[in-house]
């Protein structure tokens, strides 16, 4: 179980506290789409906690349990962009992540990945269905999806009902309606 | 040659009368450089003792070090030390081989260290300066990315290359540039010194190669080192960027 207890970011108005259990759709929403990225980050272990705790199992994010956090997570950002105004950007392929020591021995290939990016959205342009489908086939327990698109929410179901957490941004009604938790900034 | 001066100036004040005071500026300061540059040479080769040049040495890379950082606006209380030391560890195998080399040639050690380690500091500037500014731009811009990877089973290390990999091709390209010119057109400052010197017209290419060599390796060395001695600098123990 993924918990947030009273958590308070930097620059946040206010604290969030969530429970993310096995086999649930936990969708943050409400707040700008930065916002809630930022919220998702922070379970991650990439921003600064001002008061409160995040925990996993009971064991709190701290920064010699962080590496043990992100090995249980995957992560399906909304887009990959540089900050700012860049004269050349490279973003990060699937062959990148699969490519990775840690995921060097995932049975991952093209096809495996096209079947998959089929099976979240059979017309799959939007970057997104990527993006989530390597999060997904990295096979950890925890999913965090950033604004996934609505017509993949069946998918993030399936994913759940396979005994992960998923945890997920939106502010499509669509989204947060399908929902089994709806936590509001 | 005076008057060929004033004539040149002349000519670019007719056509420019504002870029007279910066040529003005520009000339003061580049002959009290040459001053002040000739002066240290001039009490190094009197002294003709290993801490002074040593000391030259420290005081130099010191000082590109404060530069370079200042050009990638970063905080130089901080980073200082390690780039400091980045550049002297990076500077020292090179500048060894090449005066080891230059000492079976027969030079004498203390007329040839300061020339030698001049160049190889010269071209480290230009180098150590593009590959900081390159690679710090590029962790600023590329965070996402950054985070998208180690949250996905990428180390630390792992998740930096791309940054790695522009900063150290930023680090040689002016080199590799100054290499690929027609060198028959553009000869090397350094190859007609050594024939100015006396030196003979093949000693003067292999001393030439040498010395590239050298500034190639110190250059890269250098900005290897200082990529990993700044690196907790930027990083802190949860991999959260912490400069900007």
């Given amino acids: 179980m993924l918990e947030l207890n009273e958590v308070l970011l930097e620059g946040e108005p206010q604290t969030l506290s969530l429970m993310a259990h096995e086999g649930e759709l936990t969708c943050l929403t409400g707040g700008s789409s930065e916002r809630l990225t930022r919220w998702l980050l922070a379970m991650l272990g990439f921003e600064h906690v001002k008061s409160g705790y995040i925990s996993l199992d009971g064991e709190p994010l701290t920064p010699q349990s962080v590496a043990i956090f992100r090995s249980m997570m995957a992560y399906a950002p909304s887009q990959l962009e540089p900050i700012g105004q860049v004269t050349c950007y490279t973003p ?19 096809s495996i990945l096209d079947e998959e990016m089929r099976h979240i959205c059979p017309n799959h342009a939007d970057n997104r269905v990527q993006l989530l489908a390597v999060a997904s086939l990295l096979g950890r327990p925890i999913l965090l999806v950033d604004n996934p698109l609505p017509q993949s929410i069946d998918y993030l179901h399936q994913q ?26 | 040659m005076l008057l060929l001066f004033g004539m040149a100036v002349a000519l670019l004040a007719l056509t420019d009368r504002s870029f007279l005071m910066r040529i003005f500026q520009v000339t003061v300061i580049h002959v009290s450089q040459m001053l002040l540059l000739g002066g240290c040479v001039w009490l190094l080769w009197r002294l003709s003792c290993w801490w002074a040049d040593t000391l030259w040495l420290l005081l130099t890379v010191t000082t590109v070090a404060f530069l370079l950082i200042d050009k990638a606006r970063l905080n130089w209380y901080k980073l200082l030390l390690p780039v400091t030391v980045a550049l002297l560890a990076g500077l020292s195998l090179p500048l060894l081989a090449l005066l080891m080399s230059f000492r079976q040639a027969g030079a004498g050690l203390w007329q040839i260290f300061v020339p030698l380690a001049a160049v190889l500091v010269g071209q480290l500037y230009v180098g150590a300066s593009r590959a900081l500014q390159t690679y710090t731009r590029q962790l600023r811009h590329t965070q996402q990315h950054y ?53 003979q017209p093949v000693v003067a290419v292999v001393a030439s190669l040498l010395i590239v060599g050298a500034s190639l390796s110190a250059q890269v060395i250098s900005s290897v080192l200082m990529f990993c001695l700044a690196d907790r600098f930027f990083y802190d123990a949860q991999d959260r960027f912490i400069v900007y």
């Fill in chain 1, 92 to 110: 990060p392929t699937a062959q990148d992540v699969f490519g990775l020591k840690a995921n060097r021995n995932l049975p991952v290939s093209n």
């Fill in chain 1, 160 to 185: 759940a009902a396979q005994g992960r957490t998923v945890v997920l941004t939106s502010q499509e009604a669509m989204v947060t309606g399908a929902a089994n938790q709806i936590v509001e900034l």
């Fill in chain 2, 147 to 199: 985070q998208y990877m180690v949250a996905n089973g990428a180390t630390h290390l792992e998740a930096l290359m791309p940054s790695v990999r522009r900063g150290l091709k930023a680090a040689v390209l002016p080199l590799l540039g100054q290499m690929v010119k027609p060198l028959l057109i553009v000869v090397p400052l350094l190859f007609c010194g050594l024939l100015l010197a006396g030196a």
